[in-house]
């Protein structure tokens, strides 16, 4: 049984793998504060809550993006797992070309996603993850890693416009009842949620040009649902890629 673990700046998620199915799953808040061992308890806790025990691990895969979390976690794994992780990073194999300027200043989660598009979906396809930050990831017919675009993240914007203004409130990203906003809320949450599509659908159609017409549109993070339901660009919801990633690459380093 494999513990898959990918650490981004908002959330930490896990899931359980069972003969390469994905079973029990969860999202933490990503706490930097927290000690090994706060996060080792919690991860034993969330084990049990679903019958398993660290005896029933084989191995642990694990991805991060906020570096002082990668060897606390590391640490909790080792001390209350009794497994080394296998951590995604520039020595593991990957079965992937990274085609870009500097391969070691690729995200992990980015490698992690191109490895789960390229043995589950296949290319050309644009990766678009709705996270603290909003990337578009290119990954080649050939499945190689081709680079991308960042932007910032839904829930970066809503806070920014709440913390840089004077009388702007803070809101929740969501549907508001029409395009024009007939209260300040409504004009925000419009703004946010049609701008952001507007973004993702003039991304998309800027990536297909350069990728050809037979692109997929994959997208993952915690507002992919929310954004795909406002377009018809986005082909499928894959909430848990990262993680399908993750398993795929503890098969490839496993096996040798």
């Not at 793998?17 to 061992?37: C, F, K, N």
């Not at 992690?112 to 709705?130: E, M, N, Q, S, T």
């Not at 050939?142 to 913390?163: F, K, N, R, S, V």
Request: include cysteine; charge should be negative; hydrophobic fraction near 45%.
């Amino acid at each position: 049984m494999l513990l898959a673990i990918d650490i981004g700046n908002t959330n930490i998620t896990l899931g359980v793998y069972q003969a390469a199915q994905l079973g029990a799953r969860w999202r933490l808040a990503t706490d930097h504060e927290r000690m090994p061992d706060e996060y080792g308890l919690q991860f034993l806790g969330l084990l049990s809550h679903h019958g398993f025990s660290p005896a029933d691990l084989t191995g642990v895969s694990l991805a991060s993006v906020v570096p002082p979390l990668t060897s606390k976690i590391g640490q909790a794994c080792r001390h209350y797992l009794q497994q080394e992780p296998l951590v995604v990073d520039a020595g593991i194999k990957t079965g992937i070309r990274i085609r870009v300027e500097n391969p070691r200043a690729v995200g992990a989660d980015r490698v992690v996603d191109a490895v789960a598009v390229k043995h589950l979906y296949g290319g050309p396809a644009c990766v678009i993850d709705f996270g603290t930050a909003t990337t578009f990831d290119a990954i080649s017919a050939a499945g190689d890693y081709l680079g991308g675009a960042i932007a910032p993240g839904i829930t970066m914007g809503a806070e920014g416009l709440y913390q840089r203004t004077a009388k702007l409130p803070r809101v929740d990203v969501q549907r508001p009842p029409s395009v024009i906003g007939r209260n300040t809320v409504h004009a925000m949450q419009s703004g946010l949620l049609f701008g952001y599509v507007a973004m993702v659908e003039g991304m998309v159609q800027r990536f297909r040009a350069e990728l050809g017409p037979d692109m997929k549109v994959l997208a993952t993070g915690g507002l992919a649902e929310t954004i795909a339901s406002e377009t018809q660009v986005i082909d499928q919801i894959v909430p848990w890629l990262t993680l399908d990633g993750l398993q795929i690459l503890w098969q490839l380093n496993r096996s040798g």
